[in-house]
């Protein structure tokens, strides 16, 4: 047990190396020796645990996904519906230096997957994820008389995602446009403008 605890912490610390290249450096700075020299590893170590360039990029954007995901369970633990849905979606926005700094990592990986093979399942599947998180929440939601009837889940689902897609990507890329609380009270504003109309529920 204590060896697959060490071997779990040592790809998790190969990943985490592998993050700040791509952060100060971009993608092509990425490499096995690279990553060991950031970790202050021998490459041969590195290549114990990931004997292909490609195999460390992908366990590094699938952990970087698994980190997102990790907080999304825990905000899905606020005991208030419509904080907690608040909570998990702000866990989708760049809006603490942690969270930028991961996002900008992730759209590095995001970019890198339109031309490498290896890093296209775990893109899609990372997109996929996030789309249905927001019909979750929806659902939820309008099974508590929190969403308008006459909306259409599934379009607003995709309304919501490219809303909170944008914000990040304006988050990453132009920073002056918006402040992070604003980003947050965006969402917060977004989920307020789903609630019934006053009346709505006396007439239905």
Avoid: C, K
Avoid at 162 to 167: C, E, H, M, S
Avoid at 171 to 195: F, H, I, K, T
């Amino acid at each position: 047990m204590v060896n697959r605890i060490d071997a779990a912490e040592r790809r998790r610390v190969l990943a985490e190396a592998a993050w700040r290249i791509i952060l100060r450096d971009g993608l092509p700075g990425v490499s096995v020796r690279a990553v060991a020299a950031e970790a202050g590893l021998a490459a041969g170590s590195v290549r114990h645990f990931f004997p292909s360039q490609a195999e460390l990029m992908n366990f590094a954007m699938t952990a970087l996904v698994e980190t997102v995901a990790v907080r999304i369970r825990a905000a899905a633990e606020i005991p208030d519906l419509r904080e907690r849905v608040a909570a998990m979606l702000v866990e989708l926005l760049p809006v603490t230096d942690r969270t930028h700094a991961e996002f900008a990592a992730y759209l590095e990986f995001l970019d890198r997957s339109r031309t490498d093979a290896s890093l296209q399942a775990v893109a899609g599947e990372s997109v996929t994820a996030v789309r249905e998180l927001i019909v979750t929440v929806l659902t939820d939601l309008r099974g508590l008389g929190m969403v308008r009837a006459d909306l259409d889940l599934d379009e607003e689902a995709m309304r919501l995602h490219a809303f909170v897609d944008g914000l990040t990507l304006q988050l990453l890329v132009a920073p002056g446009l918006n402040s992070r609380d604003r980003a947050r009270g965006a969402v917060q504003r977004w989920l307020e403008d789903l609630a019934p109309r006053r009346g709505e529920d006396d007439d239905a």
